[in-house]
Every structure is written in structure tokens, then in C-alpha cells.
């Protein structure tokens, strides 16, 4: 199967009901939040997307990521390549409400629908790259540079001793 780019807008239920299944790419370029969040991220993001429907009748589709980006380390400040390897699992809801969300399985994510019953595909598949990023970007210590050994966080000057305002009510206690 070739690779194609897919479909910005899909309509999720209609695709669940005759069973899409996607696999193509996606321009990193036309998601301008991942970029910001990267140091270099690879021109083309590969994407699986397997639309169905469960035993319970609930729409959903699942699929799997892959791109390989660099980030810098907060440790050395030095870029480092960091593959992405994303699996997801979403189904359609019409509101974001906690009653639809209690409905839904644990191993579904909900996603809104617009007025028309279609999301932004690469709007979601984007915000699932940047949950995915780690919270903070770090070599492993063996690649470091810089070394646990060598790091020096400041001194700490101590601190002169003030008398204790409270001092005064130990007297009327004694009394």
C-alpha cells in the first residue's frame, strides 16, 4: 500500500461504519504546535488509523504514530535525537461533558465533534505528539555532557540569627 497524506477533516461515526482504515503521512509542517515544542522534527509523520465500531456499537478508531524529532537537553543544552513512537485510541462524542465521558470505555479518549459530526484529524493527532513529549527533555546521564559529578546548583549563605519575637510570651507563661 502507498503512502498517501491524509484527510485534514474526517467524519469519524461514518468511517466506523464502513470500517476506513488510513495509512499515510502527515506534514509536520501543518502542525505549527509540535514544531514549536521541538528542536527538528522529521518533514513526514507515518500514520495508521483503523476506523470500527465495538460490541457495544460505539465508534472508534485506534492507529499508531511515528516520527523521529530532536530535542535540546535541559541538562547540556545540546540537541539529542529522540524517536516518537505514538499509539492512540479515540472515540467521537458530540460534548466534551462528564457524562459522556463516564459513558465511554477506560480505553477510549473522547474527541468533539463539530456540528457536522467531523474532527480536525490533524489538530487531534497533534495534541497526542505533544502529551507524548517528555516533560522535560534530558540525555541519557551516560550521553550527558554534562555530568551529575560536575553540576553546582549555588551555596547557600547561612542565614544570622534574629532573636524570637515570641520569647516575650515564654516570660508570661513562667508567671
Known amino acids: 500500500m502507498q503512502r498517501v497524506k491524509l484527510p ?3 467524519d ?3 468511517n ?3 470500517r ?3 495509512r499515510g503521512v502527515i506534514l509536520s509542517s501543518e502542525m505549527p504546535r509540535l514544531l514549536g515544542s521541538v528542536a527538528d522534527i522529521a518533514k513526514e509523520i507515518d500514520v495508521e488509523i483503523k476506523f470500527a465500531k465495538d460490541e457495544q456499537g460505539l465508534s472508534y478508531f485506534q492507529g499508531h504514530m511515528a516520527c523521529s524529532t530532536s530535542l535540546i537537553c535541559e541538562r547540556c543544552n545540546e540537541v539529542f535525537d529522540h524517536p516518537m513512537d505514538v499509539s492512540f485510541c479515540f472515540s467521537p462524542v458530540q460534548s466534551v461533558k462528564e457524562e459522556d465521558k463516564d459513558e465511554l470505555p477506560d480505553s477510549y479518549e473522547p474527541v468533539e465533534v463539530n456540528d457536522q459530526g467531523e474532527i480536525n484529524l490533524f489538530q487531534t493527532l497533534e495534541d497526542e505528539l505533544i502529551l507524548s513529549l ?3 527533555a534530558l540525555h541519557a546521564e551516560k550521553d550527558c555532557k554534562q555530568k551529575r ?3 553546582s ?3 547557600i549563605e547561612p542565614v544570622d540569627e534574629r532573636p524570637n519575637p515570641f520569647a516575650v510570651l515564654k516570660e508570661l507563661k513562667r508567671d
Do not use: E, R
Open 8 to 10: 485534514k477533516l474526517v
Open 12 to 14: 469519524p461515526v461514518k
Open 16 to 18: 466506523a461504519t464502513i
Open 20 to 22: 476506513s482504515d488510513y
Open 134 to 136: 517528555p516533560i522535560v
Open 149 to 151: 559529578d560536575k553540576m
Open 153 to 155: 546548583f549555588g551555596k
